[in-house]
T-cell receptor
Framework: SQQGEEDPQALSIQEGENATMNCSYKTSINNLQWYRQNSGRGLVHLILIRSNEREKHSGRLRVTLDTSKKSSSLLITASRAADTASYFCPSGANSKLTFGKGITLSVRP | DAGVIQSPRHEVTEMGQEVTLRCKPISGHDYLFWYRQTMMRGLELLIY????????DSGMPEDRFSAKMPNASFSTLKIQPSEPRDSAVYFC?????????????FGAGSRLTVL
């Protein structure tokens, strides 16, 4: 399977705190993406980082990529209750993205 | 663009009945994906198309499942006969594939309950 692991499986934090989520992948990649899924909704693309990039920012999101370790992390700063969702970092090749079970983030008001 | 449109949003049917799920991708997207999501198995890729041609259907669980894409603006996923274990949320997603990135836009999903 091309799918790696997402860590932790679940995370609960207080509003205003930072949330860090990690994922690993198994195969070589051209890029890595993170998606968010709010309860009862479809997945929404958050950010894409290319294999020649080490860090990327988008608003309160910061993504890092370590290709030597085949791992990525997603940092959400100053979390809000609306950030409560599941987060995914699919992996794959040739346009075929494989998703795992995701990381469930709960932000307590 | 209205995004990826799926119908129906909810379907409740009895075991043995035929189920047809529909998807309209974003205009101009040349890839279309069908995923299934359950608590136990997470989000599974069932099949995907490129330029209306099925590329990889290795995720289709069994012969009861079939998918078609007769044109660039429409796809169907059919289950016949349906079984309770098919109960899940089925997502359609589309993308404009090009070298280096394949960002998916998902529909809202079709929640299927088979009694």
């Amino acid at each position: 399977s091309q799918q790696g692991e997402e860590d932790p499986q679940a995370l609960s934090i207080q509003e205003g705190e930072n949330a860090t989520m990690n994922c690993s992948y198994k195969t070589s990649i051209n890029n890595l993406q993170w998606y968010r899924q709010n309860s009862g909704r479809g997945l929404v693309h958050l950010i894409l980082i290319r294999s020649n990039e080490r860090e990327k920012h988008s608003g309160r999101l910061r993504v890092t990529l370590d290709t030597s370790k085949k791992s990525s992390s997603l940092l959400i700063t100053a979390s809000r209750a609306a950030d409560t969702a599941s987060y995914f970092c699919p992996s794959g090749a040739n346009s075929k993205l494989t998703f795992g079970k995701g990381i469930t983030l709960s932000v307590r008001p | 663009d209205a995004g990826v449109i799926q119908s129906p949003r909810h379907e409740v049917t009895e075991m043995g009945q035929e189920v047809t799920l529909r998807c309209k991708p974003i205009s101009g997207h040349d890839y279309l994906f069908w995923y299934r999501q359950t608590m136990m198995r997470g989000l599974e890729l069932l099949i995907y198309f490129n330029n209306n041609v099925p590329i990889d259907d290795s995720g289709m669980p069994e012969d009861r499942f079939s998918a078609k894409m007769p044109n660039a603006s429409f796809s169907t996923l059919k289950i016949q006969p349906s079984e309770p274990r098919d109960s899940a949320v089925y997502f359609c997603a589309s993308s404009h594939g090009y070298s280096g990135a394949n960002v998916l836009t998902f529909g809202a999903g079709s929640r299927l309950t088979v009694l």
